[in-house]
């Protein structure tokens, strides 16, 4: 075991603050990752305030994480010393599984171990994340990282970029479609970098007009008002998936209206409510789909870095120094950033 610097919130109501972790020493398939940038998922402010409940403390947030290769065990042969690679949501499953034998070790059927607030697979110790100077993570669980690429604004793509990525590549998302992203934030922006990417006609969907021209710099063909009901008349029946990104509670049933038949909406948002209930009608007539998806496994994660490398995508962010990141809590409560924090970990000692 060695020891680093970490920063930690000890209580759901404490700050984060600084704090000092074990990490394990590098085992033969084992890699060891100087962590150079950590992205800020709302995921980590609901987590350390335990909004969702069954919070472990003291939690080291963290799972958009990007570093230099430190050191590898003797069986690793995706990553050498010098690297660099990106750790995301998870760092453990079961292997064993059928989703785990289809590289799908997201939906591990024993659960997958999450990079923090989880404990070790067979053990008590928790795992801890990447607002800290250091992480060793299995192989398996690490994706290899262009040095060619803006590494701190690569790191948001370990979350907010693969959760967009795989279902818009299981749903097999494709030039000429009708796309559109609903919510322009964290994983909104990414939706329509990746659809436009892909070929489709990507149309935003939002709740706000001042977003529309934002949507357009980003890659948006046209831009819908959802308030503005002869709007959503004009597009009823048009679309061919719908990536729903909205994290509150809200009503789908107008959105499932836009789809073609034989069409899918796919929600993102882990905390949304449907409110109201979505009618039977909405699905019935048209024959259409409303699914969930979560984040991709490990080989697509790693596709989806290749690709964002082939077509130069990466996230848009606000650099912070470590000392920020209590500020950048709150201005997330606000939605004030877009389209999401880094801490630069560089400034530890700042």
């Keep these: 075991m060695f020891t680093v610097r970490a920063y930690a919130a000890q209580s759901p109501t404490s700050p984060i603050a600084p704090f000092a972790i074990e990490r394990r020493e590098p085992g033969e398939k084992d890699v060891h990752i100087e962590i150079l940038y950590s992205g800020i998922c709302h995921s980590d402010l609901h987590q350390a305030h335990d909004d969702w409940g069954g919070a472990l403390f003291p939690m080291v947030p963290g799972h958009e994480i990007v570093g230099r290769v430190k050191a590898v065990g003797s069986k690793v042969t995706k990553v050498k010393v010098g690297d660099f690679a990106g750790v995301g949501c998870m760092v453990d499953s079961c292997r064993e599984c059928s989703a785990c034998k289809e590289d799908l070790e997201q939906y591990c059927e024993r659960g997958a171990t999450w990079t923090y607030n989880s404990k070790e697979r067979n053990s008590d110790r928790l795992t801890f994340g990447g607002y800290s100077e250091a992480i060793v993570v299995e192989e398996r669980f690490v994706v290899s990282i262009p040095a060619s690429m803006d590494l701190k604004a690569v790191a948001p793509l370990l979350c907010a970029g693969i959760t967009t990525y795989s279902p818009l590549r299981h749903w097999k998302v494709s030039p000429g479609q009708k796309v ?171």
Excluded: W
């Design 180 to 350: 559109g992203v609903i919510g322009l934030g964290g994983l909104g922006h990414m939706g329509i970098k990746f659809a436009k990417a892909m070929g489709a006609h990507v149309v935003m969907i939002t709740t706000s007009p001042e977003k529309g021209k934002d949507a357009t710099r980003l890659g948006a063909d046209e831009v819908l008002l959802s308030k503005d009901a002869d709007a959503m008349a004009k597009h009823a029946l048009s679309f061919d998936f719908l990536l729903n990104t909205i994290p509150v509670s809200h009503d789908v049933n107008p959105y499932l209206n836009l789809l073609r038949r034989d069409a899918t909406m796919v929600m993102v948002g882990v905390i949304t409510e449907l409110d109201p209930p979505v009618m039977g009608a909405s699905l019935i007539f048209g024959r259409k789909h409303l699914t969930g998806s979560g984040i991709g496994g490990m080989a697509e994660t790693q596709e989806m870095i290749d690709f964002c490398a082939e077509k130069g995508i990466v996230s848009d962010i606000e650099m912070i120094a470590m000392k920020q990141v209590n500020e950048a809590y709150e201005r997330l409560v606000k939605n004030d950033v877009k389209y999401r924090f880094v801490i630069d970990m560089a400034t530890m000692d700042a």
